[in-house]
């Protein structure tokens, strides 16, 4: 069996992005920036989680409540691959409030 098959095994490149991640969240909740445009803050969040990421989908909130959305793919296939996981996600998530054992026989929803 191989370590990282492991469910307890913890990578230190893993405890260290976390750690940074962290830091980076409690610091931008120190500073509550805010931003004139959602474009601007669009922009700034690209800058930081493509520095981890290749491509990814964004959602959330900003500290007024309006909501921001980015999509980040650079070729074709990762637009239609972070469509494919998207849709896995939202049907794992309709079964977890279904209460429907995502590992059981596939349903219609």
Known sequence: MNDKD???YHDEDDDE?????ERALKENIK???IFKR??????????????YMDSYILL???FNGNHVDIKAASTPQKVEALNSFLL???AS?????????PQGPDEIL
């Open 6 to 8: 492991n469910p307890d």
């Open 17 to 21: 992005l976390r750690e940074i991640i």
């Open 31 to 33: 500073d509550k920036k």
């Open 38 to 51: 959602k474009k601007e803050l669009a922009y700034r969040l690209s800058t930081i989680i493509s520095e």
């Open 60 to 62: 959330g909130y900003d």
């Open 88 to 90: 896995k996600y939202f």
């Open 93 to 101: 998530e309709v079964h977890s409030i279904k209460g429907i054992n």
